[in-house]
C-alpha cells in the first residue's frame, strides 16, 4: 500500500471543496461514493481512481491539473527516454 509520501501527485480537494462549502456529505452522497472515500482521498490514504480524478475535477469545477497536481519532485518521462 502507498503512503501519502509515495503518490506522485498531491489534491487540493479538501481545499476546492470547503471554499465552495461543500460538506464531505454532500459531496459523497452527490458523487455516489462514501463519505470515507472522500476523507481519504482528501488525506492521501486512498487513491482515486482515474474515474473518479475525472468526476471529482468536475463536480468542482476545475481541471483535472488543478485539482491533483503532480509532486514537485515527480519526474515523467517519454517512451522516447527509455529508448536512449
Known amino acids: 500500500m502507498k503512503t501519502k509520501r509515495d503518490l506522485i501527485y498531491r489534491n487540493n480537494v479538501y481545499e476546492y471543496r ?3 462549502g461543500i460538506s464531505q456529505d454532500k459531496m459523497a ?3 455516489e461514493i ?3 472515500s472522500i476523507s481519504k482521498i482528501e488525506n492521501g490514504e ?5 474515474e473518479m ?3 471529482i ?6 481541471f ?6 503532480l509532486c ?7 517512451h522516447k527516454e527509455f529508448e536512449k
Open 57 to 62: 475535477s468536475a463536480y468542482l469545477d476545475h
Open 34 to 36: 462514501s463519505r470515507r
Open 72 to 78: 514537485e519532485n515527480t519526474k515523467l518521462r517519454s
Open 18 to 20: 470547503t471554499e465552495l
Open 29 to 31: 452522497k452527490d458523487l
Open 46 to 50: 486512498q487513491n482515486a481512481s482515474l
Open 53 to 55: 480524478v475525472y468526476r
Open 64 to 69: 483535472v491539473s488543478d485539482v491533483f497536481p
